[in-house]
Nanobody, 117 residues
Framework: QVQLVESGGASVQPGGSLRLSCAAS????????MGWYRQAPGKERELVAAMAPFGSTNYVDSVKGRFTISRDNAKSTVYLQMNSLKPEDTAVYYCNGRDVAAGRTYWGQGTQVSVSS
């Protein structure tokens, strides 16, 4: 059974930091492109950051320099370090796994991040 379980979401003040974690099971983690998406109320889900199996990364422009994605293949876990958080970062954050070779995509259940004063 495939599971992507996110954790780390919380309510923080602007300028604060959070680290999201996503623990995967039931997939060949090291073969997956792993990413974080977010969806704010009334908006479409957007890719925030992604990391390929061998380490290349990409970020949406609005988080460059503030967010860092990383992965630990031994623990089948992907992280999103979020610094200098802004109110516009408020959203539900979803972990995503994409196994290109198998043609499969996996999603976590989401974790809420709220940034407000």
């Amino acid at each position: 059974q495939v599971q992507l379980v996110e954790s780390g979401g919380a309510s923080v003040q602007p300028g604060g930091s959070l680290r999201l974690s996503c623990a995967a099971s039931g997939i060949i983690f090291s073969r997956n492109n792993m990413g974080w998406y977010r969806q704010a109320p009334g908006k479409e889900r957007e890719l925030v950051a992604a990391m390929a199996p061998f380490g290349s990364t990409n970020y949406v422009d609005s988080v460059k320099g503030r967010f860092t994605i990383s992965r630990d293949n031994a623990k089948s876990t992907v992280y999103l370090q979020m610094n200098s958080l802004k109110p516009e970062d408020t959203a539900v954050y979803y972990c995503n796994g994409r196994d290109v070779a198998a043609g499969r995509t996996y999603w976590g259940q989401g974790t809420q991040v709220s940034v407000s004063s």
